[in-house]
């Protein structure tokens, strides 16, 4: 049995590293960008999630996350973030980077969390810097679109998020390579592996030596780089895996 095997294999992590995506969020209610009910197949991604285009248009973007931004702010950790920050108290991971800017590992109890794309719960004035919560921008949208910064007046508020055509956090990045160059083992998760460099991570943790273990709804280009894959879904296989895993002892 594939949950099996990668328990074993994760028994015997002295320096895991988690790797999500979209997908471990999905059973929280947060669509996702690719797959089935995707949310790109309801919008153009380069409509709406480039910053040349935000810059042009902020309304068009705060318009989309207007209607995005309640199921986001809301949502809760599912099992899936929870037996992560389960397998990280019980030392079986040491991290987990993820491209999702949900903050719902944190909200799980996860403590060494690497967002490579930003956090969405922060917004961020272009013009004086100001940051304010999200969720008090998001409450202004019904009476003013796009929203205005309350220090300047500035109309370009934008979620501390990575969009299309900007740089990711180097800090972010190299924090993720290192622990991919450690990892003995790594466990990815809900991820369509196709946007890098998030996609170069277990490439790199691969070749330093750690075990892949993929955990996805459906076939990724990386598959036939893991040690074992378990195509399922991530609220109900990390559950199994974590409990199995902490079972076999290790940590
Ligand atoms: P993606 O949308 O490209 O891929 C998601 C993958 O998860 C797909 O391969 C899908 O088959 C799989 N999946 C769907 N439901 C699943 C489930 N229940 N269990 C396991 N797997 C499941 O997502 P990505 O690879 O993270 O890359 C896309 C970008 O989308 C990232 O840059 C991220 O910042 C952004 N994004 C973030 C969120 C979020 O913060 N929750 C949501 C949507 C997109
Ligand atoms: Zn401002």
Known sequence: MSVERAAEILASAAQGVALTGAGISAESGIPTFRGEGGLWTQYDPVKVATIERF?????AYWTVARERGPAVLSAEPNPGHLALAGLEQSGHLVAVVTQNTDGLHQDAGSDRVIELHGSGRTVQCLDCGTRESRRDVQGRLEFQMPPRCRICGGMFLKPTVVLFGEPMPVDAVEEALALARRADVMLVVGTSLVVYPAADIPVVASRAGAAIII????????DGLAAVVIHGRAGEVLPELAYRALMSGGG
């Not at 810059?55 to 309304?59: L, N």
């Not at 955990?215 to 990386?222: D, F, Q, R």
């Open 55 to 59: 810059r042009e248009d902020p309304r």
């Open 215 to 222: 955990v996805n709804a459906e076939p990724t280009p990386m």
